[in-house]
């Protein structure tokens, strides 16, 4: 993600220093145009300024993600950040243009499109930040179920007897086609079914049928449904 945003920032240092070469080089050699360095002047380029770094600050809030998932989320902050110096660019060049415009108005425009975007982008970070956290939530409650259906389909294939490998296909279906999602009130059940599996995993490696285990196992696994079912 690092080496991402160094190329980021370095496009966004190129883009930066021609704007001031525009403002500041080619803007005062235009035939019949004269250069105002007046409070109007300043304080629109000051916010066009600050414009280009927010967004710089926004982009590096977003590639401090730790993974690609997080960063998908993060994606809109920089969006935002951008329209908004856009919106700054377009807004701020137009005064820098207009002669004898009062300062004042200057700041209330400026300061309408910096609030604009300080809005929109407090919104990204909250609704990215939601978005990776429900998913970073929906992860754990489900962690558990999936390591568990994945440890059943690998004991396929340590049966050895037919009953044995019966109680492993009927235990593996039973785990693959369980609701995943967990919650508190399902940890004390949850707990017996772990207990339970890792019995029926000790005998299927011991070379028995787990028979028993396995009926045992998947009376917790439908208890656990049911009360999956209930709480919805």
Request: charged residues 20%; contains cysteine; hydrophobic residues 50%.
């Amino acid at each position: 993600m690092k080496n991402k945003f160094r190329y980021y920032a370095a496009i966004w240092t190129i883009f930066l220093a021609v704007f001031q070469a525009v403002v500041f080089l080619v803007r005062p050699v235009i035939p019949g145009y004269a250069v105002h360095y007046d409070a109007r002047f300043w304080i629109a380029w000051g916010f066009i300024v600050a414009a280009f770094a927010g967004n710089l600050f926004c982009t590096k809030a977003a590639f401090r993600a730790e993974n690609s998932d997080k960063l998908f989320y993060r994606l809109p902050l920089i969006k935002v950040s951008y329209a908004g110096l856009i919106a700054m660019l377009v807004v701020g060049s137009v005064l820098m243009l207009i002669p004898n415009c009062p300062p004042w108005s200057a700041a209330v425009v400026c300061l309408t499109v910096a609030a604009l975007t300080a809005v929109a982008v407090l919104k990204a970070m909250w609704a990215g930040d939601t978005a990776s956290a429900i998913q970073e939530k929906t992860e754990r409650q489900t962690q558990q179920m999936r390591l568990l259906t994945v440890k059943a389909e690998n004991l396929l294939n340590k049966a050895k007897s037919p009953e044995g490998k019966a109680a492993a296909k009927k235990v593996y279906e039973a785990l693959r086609y369980s609701d995943p999602m967990s919650n508190a009130a399902l940890s004390e059940i949850e707990e017996q079914v772990v207990q339970t599996f890792s019995a029926f995993s000790a005998a299927v490696n011991d070379g028995k049928d787990g028979t028993a285990e396995a009926e045992t196992l998947l009376a917790c696994l439908t208890e656990r449904n049911g009360m999956c079912k209930a709480a919805k």
